[in-house]
């Protein structure tokens, strides 16, 4: 199926990374590789 710019769903999709703001984007993955760390050094133990 070809994506028309007029494709009602393209909207709707929550995880669609295009609708999120550059800036938010990159605070989620901080947060994500900050508890990566915390997961990683604690598994040494």
Known sequence: MKH???FPYAI???D???AM???QLE???SVLA???RKF???SWF
Do not use: D, G, I
């Open 34 to 36: 900050t508890l990566r």
């Open 27 to 29: 605070r989620h993955n």
């Open 21 to 23: 703001p550059k800036q």
């Open 12 to 14: 709707a999709l929550p």
């Open 4 to 6: 028309e710019p007029n």
């Open 40 to 42: 990683a050094s604690l």
């Open 16 to 18: 669609a990374p295009l």
